[in-house]
């Protein structure tokens, strides 16, 4: 058999692929051949085919085949196969494989070989991926060469100690003795790892960390050896020496003096020494600077420093009090922050200098107040990790003003709905929020993002700002006149573009719903601009008159105040999040939980409402797609005559008999009935009064689908005391289908001074007569009140006007040549077709 190719033929071979596919063949080739040579037993050349098969595998492609002969090399006496067999044990072996185990044996001879290389190599294989069963059998080995006075060893074996303890801690005891020597040495390699191996054993027993306190004085002296040395070209970084083993002594010395004044006393003069002396040029000098402004913020300061006077001159004017501590760390940050600014390759200073500012601020807010501005140009740095630090959403809110204020027109397209999200989910920032963004546009337009943000806000908060709620600074008298000015001052500026003045008008709309004594001026300017030659503006303003004219008493629950904008998470819900480097609870959600659609937990539970098994749930109001006919589009106009929801939540055809119906005039309706035309004239009932409460039922039909019956419920209330949390379910028959929208508002104001409306669609294709169980729940003083109530006096024409154009569905359009048409039209079009059916039903109800 011919000699297998080296190594590095292999790899240069495999860099000459041009596609994916190429390459994938190459190596289906080599592992071909690789095989074949392992099932021969070829001893001479197993060492290079490991070492391809590894390169292999680094690539992507499986190498698992190679297992046992990783083994066999470990076995073996030469050097060379014991490196490689090694280095493929590591790679492709993992204690979830009980081929691991084979090892033991192995590992165990080779930690006590002659050589100290083949013992380093067992030390790393079992500090890799040693499982709880070898270093149990191998812990004592790794014990004794903690103890040798070979340096190469002794570095060696502290990592694979650190392994042991975190597989089996209860061999932690069994290291304890080889530890008292450890910070002796002089090899910075083993003190590194000794250092390593001590934060181990402190972190997971508190024992240990009582017994390792007693060596704070040494570590400080290691720490202040490593400061004060000149320099040396072995451990010389940037300048700085060694600064890995002062990360991992800070580290430590963190850990070993929190709660404990006695430690934290011992460390302070070093801190503050570190703090000061390190240069901050380079980025192992800024590593340094966050280590020491943990360890800081950690351990007893005040102790160390109120008996700080008993040390040298220089020892009281650098630990006079904490707050000048921090105040030499702070200025060391900043001054970072201001000479790396804008140079590029420094986004890692930067963002180390921030995440310790960061940890400042929980401790001395004032230390990092006064270089506010400084932070804030950050906010123009094109890394995003940059941008995110604030220390409360207050500051966060008032910077990004502050960005938009002074160049508002260059920042990027999701700067405003970040922000709007950002002040969504403030509940508690509503009021100062629409304060300071109203004094932020009176009499300039030129930033146009923020006079987007202000409209915005104002048209969800104006009542906030009218009302002079802001307790954070002194509220301001704004009239609802001035409101409206400042808005139509936006729409008619020339400097406003036309999303700015969509923003406006929404605005304007979302105020009748907020104010009471302007609404009809509202009225004139939605009317206005209904005629606007901007297609964006004339669209918005003919669907906002449509809303005052036709659909008035759904107005109010259409422009009450957006939710909280919930975030998408990966780990699933929780109660703290974590908001700019901040931890809070997570603001609560002050309106009720909307009637409709409602969760399916929630319907469930009004389901034994009626009793029995003919009740079924609320429709869902998920969209439905688009039938597939040829005529989907044209009957789309006509809305749905079965009201059907979601497929999964429509009722079976056992359970709603379908109705005969003209094919061209009924089939495939969307799921969206039209209610253009509402027919009133039905009575209005009482359908429930107690405890103050007055629940009145007001109905309407629509001419386009008389099956359908909207419901307008109007809750008052007559105490003395509001009512709040007010929630409206309701449960029908399972003949019926009901659709609950949502309410008006969550709050029954007291002494009849107003009421909550919420629409309700109930669907009655079998023509029964209309039975309901209502559900209330309520919040009055002080007390959770609930309520279950029957309605069954709602008046007959529900039935009658139902079964009349039923019957009229059997008839042909033909027997009505009577029917005038308003116009000459062309039956072939749609909008005319439509016309023709809406007069033609309209005459069902002479």
Request: aromatic share 6%; hydrophobic share 40%; with cysteine.
């Amino acid at each position: 058999m011919p000699a297998p190719i080296r190594l590095r033929e292999l790899i240069r071979t495999i860099r000459t692929a041009r596609t994916q596919a190429e390459e994938r063949e190459m190596i289906q080739k080599e592992c071909a051949a690789i095989r074949s040579s392992f099932r021969e037993e070829d001893n001479t050349y197993r060492c290079r085919n490991v070492a391809k098969l590894l390169y292999m595998h680094m690539l992507g492609y499986p190498a698992h085949f190679g297992q046992l002969e990783c083994l066999k090399l470990i076995a073996s006496q030469k050097f060379t196969d014991k490196r490689i067999g090694y280095l493929g044990a590591m790679l492709l072996l993992d204690e979830r494989q009980d081929v691991h185990l084979l090892m033991t044996n192995c590992i165990k001879n080779d930690l006590n070989h002659s050589t100290q290389f083949v013992q380093g190599l067992a030390l790393c294989t079992l500090g890799c991926m040693g499982s709880s069963e070898m270093c149990r059998d191998l812990a004592g080995e790794v014990e004794k060469l903690l103890k040798t006075s070979n340096s190469y060893l002794r570095k060696k074996a502290a990592l694979c100690a650190v392994h042991v303890i975190r597989k089996v801690p209860e061999l932690m005891e069994m290291f304890l003795p080889a530890t008292k020597n450890l910070l002796n040495e002089k090899n910075h390699g083993v003190l590194h790892t000794s250092v390593v191996l001590l934060t181990e054993m402190c972190e997971r027993s508190p024992d240990m960390l009582a017994h390792f306190r007693k060596l704070v004085p040494q570590l400080v002296r290691i720490l202040k050896n490593l400061i004060m040395s000149g320099y040396s070209p072995e451990h010389d970084v940037s300048g700085i020496s060694d600064p890995f083993l002062q990360v991992r002594i800070l580290r430590l010395l963190r850990i070993l003096g929190r709660n404990d004044d006695d430690s934290s006393e011992a460390m302070n003069d070093i801190l503050a020494q570190v703090a000061t002396n390190t240069e901050t040029s380079k980025n192992v000098g800024n590593a340094i600077l966050y280590e020491t402004v943990l360890t800081i913020m950690d351990i007893k300061s005040e102790s160390g420093l109120r008996s700080s006077a008993c040390g040298s001159q220089n020892q009281k004017r650098m630990l006079a009090s904490l707050e000048l501590e921090l105040q030499m760390v702070v200025s060391s940050l900043m001054w970072e922050l201001g000479t790396k600014f804008g140079s590029i390759g420094n986004q890692a200073s930067i963002y180390v200098a921030l995440t310790s500012l960061l940890k400042t601020v929980q401790t001395d807010h004032n230390a990092v107040q006064r270089h506010r501005s400084t932070i804030v140009d950050c906010l123009k740095d094109l890394d995003v990790s940059i941008k995110r630090y604030a220390p409360s959403k207050r500051w966060h809110i008032d910077t990004i003003m502050r960005v938009l204020t002074t160049a508002g027109s260059y920042v990027r397209d999701d700067a405003v709905p970040n922000l709007i999200q950002l002040i969504t989910n403030s509940v508690e920032m509503h009021a100062y929020t629409v304060q300071r963004l109203y004094k932020a546009i009176l009499g300039d337009y030129s930033q146009q993002p923020l006079v987007q943000v202000a409209a915005w806000c104002i048209g969800e908060y104006g009542d906030l700002l009218v009302s002079g709620q802001c307790e954070e600074e002194e509220p301001i008298q704004v009239t609802e006149d001035e409101v409206l000015d400042i808005l139509e001052s936006v729409l008619i500026s020339n400097m406003s573009t036309s999303v700015t003045r969509g923003y406006a008008l929404t605005a304007i709309m979302k105020l009748s719903t907020r104010f009471t004594c302007t609404v009809n001026r509202i009225k004139k300017v939605v009317s206005i601009y209904g005629s606007s030659i901007d297609v964006e503006l004339q669209q918005r303003a003919v669907e906002y008159n449509a809303l005052f004219k036709k659909y008035d008493h759904m107005r109010s629950a259409l422009l009450e105040r957006m939710p909280v904008m919930e975030k998408v998470t990966t780990n699933g819900p929780s109660e703290i999040v974590q908001t700019n480097g901040e931890t809070e609870p997570a603001p609560l959600e002050t309106k009720p939980p909307p009637s409709g659609p409602q969760p399916t937990s929630q319907a469930n539970d009004l389901l034994d409402l009626l009793g029995g098994n003919d009740i079924t749930p609320v429709i869902p109001t998920v969209p439905t797609s688009k039938p597939a006919s040829a005529g989907g589009e044209l009957l789309d106009l006509l809305g749905d005559i079965t009201l059907t929801g979601a497929p999964a939540a429509a009722p079976t055809p056992a359970s709603v008999p379908q109705i005969s119906q003209p094919p061209f005039l009924l089939d495939g309706l969307s799921s969206q009935p039209l209610f253009n035309d509402i027919t009133p004239g039905i009575p209005s009932i009482t359908a429930y009064s107690k405890n103050g409460l007055k629940i009145e039922f007001t109905f309407e039909r629509s001419n386009t689908n008389p099956s359908v019956t909207v419901i307008t419920i109007q809750a008052s209330n007559s105490t003395e005391l509001d009512m709040t949390d007010f929630v409206f379910q309701a449960a029908v028959p399972k003949t019926f289908q009901l659709q609950l929208l949502s309410p008006s508002s969550s709050v029954v104001p007291a002494f009849n001074t107003g009421t909550i409306t919420q629409v309700i669609k109930v669907l009655n294709p079998q023509k029964q007569q209309l039975r309901m169980r209502i559900k209330l729940t309520y919040n009055h003083k002080g007390s959770a009140m609930q309520d279950l109530a029957e309605v069954n006096n709602f008046p007959p024409h529900l039935k009658e006007k139902s079964l009349r154009f039923c019957e009229f569905l059997h008839i042909s359009v033909i027997p009505f040549p009577h029917v005038a048409l308003q116009e000459e039209t062309d039956l072939g079009g749609f909008d005319n077709l439509r016309a023709i059916v809406k007069q033609v039903i309209s005459v069902a109800f002479e």
